[in-house]
């Protein structure tokens, strides 16, 4: 059984079913990713959950958000 890694990120500036969907197609696109579920939380940060089968790096994680035009925010420690 292969293992999984689950990366939590939160994203800034999605507000409807659009946005998501966009998100997860963008991130469903990197190597790796099985599934992205997504926490929508419109007008404040939304947390993106994704699950894969090796390490992603935040830059390429940054990358596809954007891609889909929106921005990862710094996880607050």
Excluded: F
Aim: charged share 15%; with cysteine; hydrophobic share 40%.
């Amino acid at each position: 059984m292969s293992q999984t890694i689950q990366t939590n990120v939160n994203v800034s500036g999605m507000t409807c079913g659009h946005c998501v969907s966009s998100v997860s197609e963008e991130l469903e696109a990197l190597s790796g990713v099985q599934e992205v579920a997504v926490d929508l939380n419109p007008g404040g940060l939304t947390t993106v959950t994704i699950t894969s089968t090796k390490e992603l790096s935040p830059a390429e994680i940054g990358e596809a958000v954007a891609e889909a035009g929106y921005l990862v925010v710094a996880n607050q420690a």
